[in-house]
C-alpha cells in the first residue's frame, strides 16, 4: 500500500516535470491596426529576450510555455503583452500605432520615417488635419506660423496668392534664396515665385496651389543636422508635406467616408492708416473681400487590402485690394494596394486657377504709392487708369507619383517611387486704349508664357538586421534622381492704332525667351542601429553631383551623424549634419549674350563670367536637445543648435580692360550662427473627457554674424554684407544734427547733416520669437481657443516713409513739424527743438529704419460639435457635423510706425546673384483681417 502511494507520488512529480517543461509551438501574424499591412521586424520577447522577429510577411513562430507572457513591440507602435496560450489557432496581432508624442512616425531622412523618439535631432510634425478642424484658413503660413520651433513664415504683403517668408533657425547665409525644399508625398515641389508681369513685391506663389484641406501632416526639418540626406539644398531645412491617403482597412467597416467642408468668410482692413494728413483716401480704397471655399472628399476600402481617396476643392478669394481675386478648382486621386510582398501608391492632383493681382506698390503708377504721397491723391497717375488695368494669371499644375515597395528574398525590402510636378502659368497684362499711363495713351500689353517640369526618381532598398539580443540594424541604400526644367516666352507690346489689343497690332513690340535646366543626381547610404528601443544612432552620407557646379568640382559629399537615448519620461539626443545651397544657375558657365547681326554673322558679347570651381555654399550645424513629459500630462523640449557656413559664394568686381563686364563668383565666405529652442505642450485641466484645458508655448532665440567676406563689403544700402555684423544687417549714416541755413533759419531743403561714418542701425531678423495659445473644451462640444505670436529684436526698412517724407506732403508727423516750426521764433530752444525732431524725420534712410517688435493675435476660434445632434436629426446619415467660427490677425502691437511690422518688399525669397534687400516696407498692403465660418459633415 505504502508502496503504491509512493510510485503514484513519482509519476505525479515526473507528470508535472513533464508538464511545467513542455513547449508549444505558436505561429502568429503581427500587422498594423489601422492599415493592416504586416509589420516586418516586429520584436517577439519573453523571459529569456528577444523570442522572434517577424518576417516580411509578419509572421513569426516561436516555442514556449503557455503560460509565458510575450511583449510585441515595434518602434512607431504601443507594445501589446499576451499570453502565449492565447496565440492558438495562428491569430492576428494588431499592434496600435502609437499616440503620445514620443510614438508619432516623422521624417528622420530621405529614406525613412521614424518615431520621435528614434530621432537624434529635433523634427517638428504637425497634424494639419487636426488643426484644420477649428480654424479655416487658406495660407499655410497663418495655419503654421507660430507652431514650428526655430521657424518663421509669413506673407509678403496682405494681398491674395503673395509669397512667403521663411527664416528659418539663425538665417546664417549671405544668399538670397532662403526657402526650405518641399516635398509633397515624394514629389519635389517648384516653389518658385512668378513675378513675370509683375514687380517681384506682387509675385505669385507657387504655394498658393497646395489645398490645405487636403494635408494630412507637415513635418519641418530646420537645419542640415537633419536634412543632410537631402543634399546641395537642403541647408534652409526641408518641409514634408503627406497628404490624405484612403481609409484604413477595416474589415468590420467598408462604407464608404464621405467628407464635405464649407466656408464663408470675409477679410478687411486690419489697421486703418492715421499716420497722413488725408488718411480717407487711402483707407477707403480697400474693400471687403469676400471669401467662399468648398472641399469634399471620399474614401473607401475594398477587399483585397485596396482603398482609394477622392477630394474635390473650390476656393474663390478675394482680397482687400480691388481686383485681387484667386479662383481655383483642384481635384486628387489616390490609390493604394497591398498584396503579400507588394505594395503600390499613386496618387495624381490637379489644379487649374485664375488669379489676379493688381499692382499696389514699388513704383509711381501703382496704387498705394498714389494714395500716400500726397495729401491730393493720384498725382502720377488718373484713378480710373489704375482701375482699367488688369494683371491676371492663368495657371494649371500636375502634381503625381507612383510608388512601389517590393520584399525581395533575404528580407530586402525594394522601394522606388516616380514624382511629378507639372506646371504651365500665362500671364496677361493690359492697358486699355485711352487711358494715360506716363506718355502712353495707346494702350499696351504684356504676354508671359511659363512652363515648370519637376521629375524626381528615387529608388532604396532596406535591409533589417538582427545583431543580438537588444541589437538591431537597419541599412539603406537610395539613389535620388531630379531634374528641374524652365522655359520662358515673352512679348511686351505698346501703343496699339485702336481699341484691339492684337499683338500684332502693336507699333512697339519686343520678345523674349529663357531656359533654365537643374540637374542633380544624389546617393545617400544610411546606418540606423537600435538598442532595446532606448539607444538609437544613425549615421549618412550623401553624394551629390548636378549641373550648377563647376566643372572642375566633381561631386560633394554631406556626412550626418545622430544619437538619441531615451529614459522613461526623458529624452536626450544629438546630431551633427552638412547640407548646402547650389549656386545661382549662371555662376559655374560663362555665358554670352547675342548683340546684334553683322555682314559677318551674329554679334556676341560676353554675358556672366563662370567660375569652373564654383561650389556649392556649405553649412554644418550641431545640435543638441532633450524632450521631457510630465505625468503624461506634460511635455517640454529644449534644442542648442550651432550653425557654421563656408564657401558661401561672393561676386568679386571683373576688368573692363580683360573683356569682361561684371563679375564673378568664389567661395570665399563664411558666417555663424547660434540659437535655441524651446516648447512647452500640457493639459492644465482634464474632467471626464468633458472638459479640458490645453496650452502650448514656444520661445526662440536666434543670431548670426558674418566671419568672413574675403576682405570687402557687399552693400545694397542700406542692407550690408559685411564681417563683424549680422548678415543683411542695416548699416548707414546717421543723422547728426539739423541743417540750418547762415540766418539761423532751419534749412528744409539739405534736412540734416549725416555722419561721415557708417554705424549698425538694425537686422532684419528677430532676435526673439515665438507663439503661445490655448484649447479649451466644454461639455464634449464647446471649442475655444486663441494662438499668439510675437517678435523682438527686428527691424524694418520703412521706405514708404522715407519716400513720402522727401517726395510728398501727406506725412503728419513731418506736417505737424513743419507747422510748428512756422509758428516758433527763429533762435530760441523752442526753435532748434522742433529743427532737431525735422532733422528726425526728413528723407534720411537712418530716420526710418525703424525697429518692429510686435506681439500679434492671430487666431482667434469658436467650435461647436453638433455630431450627437446630426446623427439623431438624419437617423444616422450624418455621422459627423461639427461648425466653427475663425478670425485671424485679430490685432496687432507694436513699435513700428508702418502699417504693419511683418512685409517684404522684395516679394519675399527668391533667387538672385549677389546680394539683394530684406525687410523692406515699400508701400505693402498691409495683411488684412479674415472672419470665416465653416460647417463641416461627415456622411
Same mark, same amino acid.
Given at each position: ?6 510510485r ?32 516586418i521586424?516586429?520584436v517577439?520577447?519573453g ?6 522577429v517577424?518576417n ?22 504601443k ?30 531622412s530621405i ?37 514650428i520651433g526655430?521657424?518663421q ?10 509669397p512667403?517668408?521663411?527664416n ?146 473650390m ?10 481675386k ?40 501703382d ?7 500726397n ?33 525581395l ?5 525594394l ?11 500665362e ?40 545583431l ?17 526644367y ?20 502693336a ?29 538609437f544612432?544613425?549615421a549618412?552620407?550623401r553624394r ?10 566633381a ?17 536626450f539626443?544629438?546630431a551633427?549634419g ?12 560663362t ?8 555682314a ?50 561672393i ?31 500640457? !493639459?492644465?485641466w482634464?474632467?471626464?473627457?468633458? $472638459? @479640458?484645458?490645453d496650452?502650448? +508655448? *514656444?520661445?526662440?532665440?536666434? =543670431? /548670426? ?61 528677430p532676435?526673439?520669437n ?47 513739424q ?13 526753435? !532748434?527743438?522742433i529743427?532737431?525732431?525735422?532733422? $528726425? @524725420?526728413?528723407?534720411?534712410? +537712418? *530716420?526710418?529704419?525703424?525697429? =518692429? /517688435?510686435f ?44 502699417a ?13 546673384r ?7 516696407d ?15 459633415f461627415?456622411?
Open positions: 500500500m505504502i508502496l503504491n502511494i509512493k503514484s507520488i513519482v509519476m505525479l512529480s515526473i507528470a508535472s516535470a513533464v508538464n511545467l517543461n513542455a513547449q508549444t509551438t505558436y505561429k502568429a501574424r503581427v500587422i498594423n491596426q489601422d492599415t493592416g499591412e504586416p509589420i521586424g516586429a517577439v520577447r523571459n529569456k529576450g528577444v523570442e522572434a517577424t516580411e510577411d509578419g509572421f513569426f513562430s516561436l516555442n514556449t510555455n503557455d503560460d509565458q507572457t510575450l511583449h510585441i513591440s515595434y518602434i512607431g507602435f507594445e501589446q503583452n499576451i499570453k502565449a496560450q492565447s496565440l492558438k489557432g495562428q491569430p492576428t496581432i494588431s499592434l496600435i500605432p502609437g499616440i503620445d508624442l514620443q510614438e508619432v512616425q516623422v521624417t528622420a529614406s525613412s520615417a521614424r518615431s520621435q523618439k528614434a530621432l537624434g535631432s529635433k523634427v517638428d510634425h504637425i497634424d494639419i488635419a487636426n488643426l484644420s478642424k477649428n480654424a479655416h484658413t487658406n495660407s499655410l503660413s497663418d495655419m503654421l506660423d507660430g507652431k526655430g521657424v513664415m509669413y506673407q509678403s504683403n496682405g494681398k491674395v496668392g503673395m512667403i517668408r521663411f528659418m533657425r539663425s538665417g546664417a547665409t549671405m544668399s538670397m534664396e532662403r526657402d526650405p525644399i518641399i516635398y509633397v508625398d515624394g514629389v519635389k515641389y517648384n516653389s518658385s515665385h512668378i513675378s513675370d508681369i509683375n514687380s517681384s513685391q506682387d509675385a505669385l506663389s507657387a504655394l498658393n496651389d497646395l489645398t490645405i484641406d487636403d494635408i494630412a501632416t507637415i513635418d519641418v526639418i530646420k537645419g542640415p543636422s537633419a536634412a543632410a540626406s537631402y543634399g546641395a539644398e537642403a541647408a534652409n531645412g526641408v518641409i514634408v508635406i503627406t497628404t490624405k491617403r484612403g481609409k484604413n482597412n477595416d474589415p468590420e467597416n467598408r462604407n464608404a467616408d464621405i467628407q464635405v467642408k464649407m466656408s464663408l468668410g470675409a477679410a478687411t482692413l486690419a489697421r486703418k492708416y492715421d499716420q497722413f494728413v488725408n488718411n480717407d483716401p487711402i483707407n477707403n480704397f480697400f474693400q471687403t473681400g469676400w471669401q467662399k471655399t468648398l472641399y469634399t472628399s471620399v474614401s473607401k476600402a475594398f477587399k483585397g487590402n485596396q482603398n482609394i481617396f477622392f477630394s474635390y476643392n476656393n474663390d478669394i478675394a482680397g482687400v485690394v480691388p481686383g485681387n484667386d479662383k481655383r478648382h483642384s481635384t486628387k486621386l489616390a490609390y493604394d494596394l497591398r498584396s503579400g510582398r507588394f505594395s503600390l501608391g499613386a496618387t495624381a492632383s490637379y489644379i487649374h486657377g485664375n488669379i489676379s493681382l493688381p499692382q499696389t506698390a514699388m513704383g509711381r503708377y496704387a498705394i504709392w498714389n494714395l500716400m504721397i495729401q491730393t491723391p493720384w498725382p502720377y497717375v488718373d484713378e480710373s487708369t489704375w482701375r482699367a488695368q488688369s494683371w491676371t494669371y492663368g495657371n494649371d499644375r500636375f502634381i503625381g507619383n507612383l510608388r512601389l515597395s517590393y520584399m528574398p533575404a528580407d530586402v525590402k522601394e522606388t517611387i516616380i514624382g511629378a510636378d507639372v506646371n504651365h502659368t500671364g496677361i497684362y493690359r492697358l486699355p486704349f485711352g487711358y494715360k499711363l506716363g506718355n502712353n495713351t495707346e494702350g499696351a500689353k504684356n504676354i508671359s508664357n511659363r512652363r515648370n517640369s519637376n521629375f524626381n526618381w528615387d529608388i532604396k532598398a532596406t535591409r533589417k538586421f538582427h543580438a539580443d537588444k541589437w538591431d540594424l537597419t541599412a539603406t541604400l537610395l539613389s535620388q534622381i531630379a531634374r528641374q524652365e522655359t520662358l516666352n515673352s512679348i511686351s507690346a505698346s501703343r496699339f492704332r485702336s481699341d484691339i489689343d492684337n499683338i500684332s497690332a507699333t512697339e513690340r519686343t520678345v523674349s525667351e529663357s531656359t533654365f535646366e537643374q540637374r542633380t543626381w544624389g546617393l545617400y547610404g544610411e546606418a540606423f542601429l537600435n538598442y532595446d528601443n532606448r539607444l544612432i544613425n549618412g552620407l551629390d553631383a548636378s549641373n550648377l557646379i563647376g566643372s572642375n568640382v561631386s560633394i559629399y554631406y556626412p550626418s551623424l545622430s544619437a538619441s537615448y531615451n529614459l522613461k519620461n526623458q529624452k539626443r544629438i551633427y552638412e547640407s548646402g545651397r547650389l549656386p545661382y544657375p549662371t555662376d559655374a558657365r555665358s554670352y549674350v547675342m548683340d546684334g547681326i553683322s559677318y554673322g551674329p554679334i556676341v558679347k560676353p554675358q556672366y563670367k563662370g567660375n569652373p570651381d564654383i561650389k556649392p555654399e556649405r553649412m554644418r550645424e550641431i545640435e543638441l536637445g532633450t524632450d521631457w513629459t510630465i505625468r503624461n500630462r506634460h511635455t517640454l523640449a529644449l534644442t542648442l543648435y550651432a550653425q557654421y557656413t563656408s564657401d558661401a559664394i561676386y568679386d568686381d571683373l576688368l573692363s580692360s580683360d573683356g569682361w563686364i561684371g563679375s564673378i563668383p568664389r567661395n570665399v565666405g563664411r558666417v555663424k550662427g547660434h540659437g535655441l529652442e524651446f516648447s512647452y505642450n500640457g !493639459n492644465l482634464k474632467q471626464a473627457n468633458r $472638459h @479640458s484645458l496650452v502650448y +508655448a *514656444n520661445l526662440n532665440y536666434q =543670431a /548670426n554674424k558674418v566671419t568672413d567676406t574675403g576682405g570687402k563689403d557687399i552693400n545694397n544700402y542700406p542692407n550690408v554684407v559685411k564681417e563683424g555684423q549680422p548678415v543683411y544687417a542695416f548699416y548707414y549714416h546717421t543723422v547728426e544734427k539739423p541743417a540750418f541755413n547762415a540766418d539761423g533759419t532751419y534749412n528744409q531743403k539739405a534736412g540734416a547733416i549725416e555722419s561721415e561714418d557708417y554705424q549698425y542701425l538694425g537686422k532684419p531678423f532676435s526673439v515665438g507663439s503661445f495659445g490655448f484649447d479649451l473644451k466644454l461639455f464634449n462640444h464647446f471649442t475655444f481657443g486663441t494662438k499668439w505670436n510675437y517678435a523682438l529684436g527686428a527691424s524694418v526698412y520703412n521706405q514708404s516713409f522715407y519716400n513720402v517724407a522727401g517726395l510728398g506732403d501727406n506725412l503728419k508727423k513731418r506736417n505737424d513743419l507747422q510748428a516750426l512756422a509758428k516758433a521764433t527763429v533762435g530760441t530752444a523752442e526753435y !532748434n527743438q529743427a532737431e525732431e525735422l532733422a $528726425h @524725420s526728413a528723407r534720411f534712410r +537712418a *530716420n526710418y529704419i525703424e525697429k =518692429a /517688435n506681439l500679434r493675435l492671430s487666431t482667434l476660434y469658436l467650435g461647436y460639435d453638433l455630431s450627437s445632434l446630426s446623427r439623431k436629426w438624419t437617423n444616422n446619415v450624418i455621422s459627423g457635423m461639427r461648425f466653427s467660427f475663425a478670425v485671424q490677425n485679430v490685432f496687432v502691437i507694436t513699435n513700428y510706425s508702418g504693419d511690422p511683418q512685409v517684404e518688399g522684395n516679394g519675399g525669397n527668391r533667387k538672385q549677389g546680394i539683394g534687400s530684406l525687410s523692406r515699400i508701400t505693402n498692403t498691409p495683411h488684412p483681417r479674415t472672419y470665416t465660418a465653416t460647417l463641416s461627415t456622411l
